[in-house]
């Protein structure tokens, strides 16, 4: 006896935080927390608290987070401009 199930699609659509769409579909790679943490040289648990606060777009996949490495250059970009207006 076969069943018939109705999948949902949109079901299976991953929730996305913060990130780059466009990045991401152009095919550019995704760092992961230890490897931004280590271009930055800060802790795992400061890049943590820059994508809680929003400060650094990220996706989540699954249950890790990971950065488009244009979305890094740009967070840097953009620090650069703050300091510089100092």
């Known amino acids: 006896m076969s069943q018939n199930i109705t999948a949902n699609p949109q079901s299976f659509i991953p929730p996305i935080s913060h ?22 040289r800060v802790s795992t648990d400061s890049v943590y608290g820059l994508c809680a606060r929003g400060e650094l777009p990220h996706v989540r996949v699954s249950n890790a987070i ?16 703050a300091i510089e207006r100092l």
């Not at 780059?20 to 760092?31: I, K, R």
């Not at 488009?68 to 650069?80: C, G, H, K, P």
Request: zero cysteines; a positive charge; hydrophobic letters at 55%.
């Open 19 to 40: 990130g780059s769409l466009g990045a991401m579909a152009a095919g550019v790679g995704l760092l992961t927390v230890k490897e931004v943490a280590t271009l930055l």
């Open 66 to 81: 990971r950065i488009a490495q244009a979305d890094l250059t740009e967070f840097i970009v953009r620090r650069r401009r």
